[in-house]
């Protein structure tokens, strides 16, 4: 069973629209989850963070809303660039000295 | 600032073939990560190693041995390719109390003819 999911599985959006990734995850001591960046023929690279005692992490564009509740998060592309073509990972850890748990990825396209 | 590197960049190997992969990491990092990656299953841990002299079965240690070597270097090696197979190798490597945080190489891709 998986333990972290991720949906749409790909995504294409133009410039300029919001991106939204989805992420869920099945076990409730899960307390960190990063969002990793992966572009093609390269190695994945971690973009943005959360822990699970917020609910909201902006960066820049990039933007984590997290619902413990309902253990679901979700990754928020505004502005969408087409340099933002890439499959993201949601990831998810149960603390700092422990190994991730990845999902699938989502690939993302942004058409200019 | 520090880098991964991975060789080889492209393996094509036989079926039945034992391919060696290898990495390595000048972040001083204690924990090292083998990962697969195939299109639609995302990333799965093959073998991880903790510190220097550790060495640990993920999820699809199956058909794969790990040896680290010293701390910079840790190989995986497929002991029997299978035909058919493609699929990327990802080596990554973290802190020892941050596995949080994985930095990763380029991978090497794998075709098995």
């Known amino acids: 069973q998986q333990q972290v999911r991720q949906s749409p599985q790909s995504l294409t959006v133009w410039e300029g629209e919001t991106a939204i990734l989805n992420c869920s995850y099945e076990?409730?001591?899960?307390?960190?989850f990063p969002w990793y960046q992966q572009f093609p023929g390269e190695g994945p690279a971690l973009l943005i963070s959360?822990?699970?005692?917020?609910d909201k992490k902006e960066d820049g564009r990039f933007t984590i809303f997290f619902n413990k509740r309902e253990k679901k998060l979700s990754l928020h592309i505004t502005d969408s660039q087409p340099g933002d073509s890439a499959t993201y990972f949601c990831?998810?850890?149960?603390?700092?000295?422990?190994?991730?748990?990845f999902g699938i990825g989502t690939r993302v396209l942004v058409r200019p | 600032g520090g880098i991964i590197t991975q060789t080889p960049k492209f393996l094509i190997g036989q079926e039945g073939q034992k391919l060696t992969l290898k990495c390595q990491q000048n972040?001083?990092?204690?924990?090292m990560y083998w990962y697969r990656q195939d299109s639609g299953k995302g990333l799965r841990l093959i073998y991880y190693?903790?510190?220097?002299?550790?060495?640990q079965k993920g999820d699809l240690s199956e058909g794969y041995d790990a040896s680290r070597e010293k701390k910079s270097s840790f190989s995986l090696t497929v002991t029997s390719a299978q035909k058919n197979e493609m699929a990327v190798f990802l080596c990554?490597?973290?802190?020892?109390?941050?596995?949080?945080?994985?930095?990763f190489g380029p991978g090497t891709r794998l075709l098995v003819l």
């Open positions: 990554a490597s973290s802190i020892l109390d941050r596995q949080d945080t994985q930095y």
């Open positions: 076990d409730s001591t899960f307390n960190y």
């Open positions: 959360i822990r699970s005692v917020s």
């Open positions: 990831a998810a850890s149960y603390s700092a000295g422990n190994k991730l748990t």
């Open positions: 972040f001083n990092h204690d924990t």
């Open positions: 190693s903790i510190t220097e002299n550790d060495l």
